[in-house]
Each structure stands twice: as C-alpha cells, then as structure tokens.
C-alpha cells in the first residue's frame, strides 16, 4: 500500500524529529509503505535499511482489505479485543505468533549491534501498529492481552533500551516535533553493571 500525501509529509518529518540523534542502524520491515517511510531518514544518515521478514504486518488472512464495519461482525473481533493472545486470523496467524517474531527479531538486531559497536547504540525498526504494540508489551512485561491499551498511531515513536537485566521503555507513541529524552547521554560502558538498575523514585538529574 502507497503513502498518501499525509503519510509522505510524516516520513519527511521523521529526519528533523530524530535529528542529532547518533542512530547507527535502521531495520524495516519489508512493506512497501515501511520502506517508503523510512527512505528519507535513512537518506539523511546515510544507512542501508536492513529489511527483516519478522517485522511484517500481521497477517489477517481472509481479514485482509475488508471494512472495520464487517469485521465488527465477526465473533473473532470481540477475542481481538478481550483477549488478543487467542486471537487467530482465519488464512492468517495469531498475534501471538506476531509477538513472538517480532520480539525475537528486536531483542536480536539489538545484541548485535551492541556487540558490532561495543556498546548500546539507537537504532531504528519501522513496522506496523499491531507489531509495535505487541513489542511494547513485551518491554512492560505486560500480557498480550493488555496490548490493546497501548497506542501506536501512524509515524509514532516509541523507544525501549535493552539491558541484560530488562528492557526500559523510555517513550511510547512519541508524536512531538522532536524526540530526545534521554537518548542523546553517551552509551553506558560494558562493565557497568548500575546501567541494567532503575533509580528509585525516578531520575536523580
């Protein structure tokens, strides 16, 4: 599916949002309208997507290309809603299955490129609001079944640092002018083991 003119206007907005950030990677998936967001960006930084087939959309199956409307119908919608972990699209799969592709590929471009770089580095994964939702849950070690609860609206940011201990989820369904909270602290060094610690009561700064 092409980008509208909204959606191109957002892609072009996604340099001057990460601007000044030190991104070192940008991995998509392989959809046409991930690809075209991320072209302008990945211009700008002079990267070469990575494409991988684990980011997709979900497959809806028979779901695919019919109306909210008739969707709202089927029995299934209300297993979508209230309980997504059992939710299996018929000719498609499961949003199970979805977050469990989508955290591998994650937490796996993420070991690699800190082990490529000696250290944690920011980098970018375009995909799809289902698939962002599901990894996001994943990070706030929320069940699938509470993944409706979290947005991901069109060219919405959302970042989470890995550690050896835990993920930190440091913005969900970011839409402002710029994206820095944060992310621009030097990386912390491979020995330092109070980087995988939360600070109690929040940040001293």
């Known amino acids: ?69 008739d969707l709202m119908k089927e029995p299934l919608w209300a297993v979508v809603q209230q309980q997504p972990s ?19 590929a994650v937490r796996e471009h993420d070991r690699r490129l800190a082990v490529e770089h000696g250290h944690d580095v920011l980098w970018i994964a375009c995909t799809h609001g289902d698939v962002i939702k599901s990894v996001v849950a994943d990070a706030l070690g929320t069940h699938l079944d509470s993944f409706q609860r979290i947005t991901a609206d069109p060219a919405s940011i959302s970042v989470i640092r890995y550690t050896p201990m835990r993920p930190f989820v440091l913005h969900v369904n970011h839409t402002g002018a710029e994206l820095a909270s944060a992310l621009s602290a030097p990386p912390p060094a491979p020995d330092d083991k109070s980087a995988n610690d939360a600070v109690v009561g929040g940040s001293t700064d």
Not at 22 to 33: D, E, F, G, H, M
Not at 41 to 51: F, K, T
Not at 86 to 104: D, H, I, N, T
């Open 1 to 69: 599916m092409e980008l509208d003119d909204k959606g191109h206007d957002q892609a072009q907005a996604l340099v001057g949002r990460v601007k000044g950030l030190p991104i070192k990677a940008v991995v998509r998936s392989p959809l046409l309208r991930c690809r075209l967001t991320v072209e302008p960006l990945a211009a700008e930084l002079g990267l070469e997507p990575v494409i991988d087939d684990r980011l997709a959309e979900v497959d809806y199956g028979q779901w695919t290309g019919l109306a909210l409307k």
């Open 86 to 104: 059992a939710a299996v699209f018929p000719g498609g799969e499961g949003l199970a299955q979805v977050q469990a592709r989508a955290v591998a």
